[in-house]
């Protein structure tokens, strides 16, 4: 939650907010492969809105193999 709360429950790809919280993810900027610093590091999170988590975002990281 403090992610959402930092970035203004705003979407950092298409920067729409989001007022419910169901439709945002706190998303890893940078595949933490089991890193579990990395995985709980807020500086490498950002707030998503589900449909670019789950379009764009994904697609990206299939086509980078994590």
């Known amino acids: 939650m403090v992610v959402l709360i930092r970035d203004l429950f705003t979407c950092q790809?298409?920067?729409?907010?989001?007022?419910?919280?169901?439709?945002?993810?706190?998303?890893?900027r940078r595949a933490h492969r089991g890193d579990e610093a990395l995985f709980w590091d807020e500086m490498n999170l950002q707030c998503l809105c589900k449909r670019c988590h789950d379009s764009a975002k994904q697609r990206e990281e299939h086509r980078s193999g994590h």
């Open 13 to 28: 790809r298409c920067w729409r907010i989001v007022a419910d919280t169901s439709q945002l993810v706190a998303d890893h």
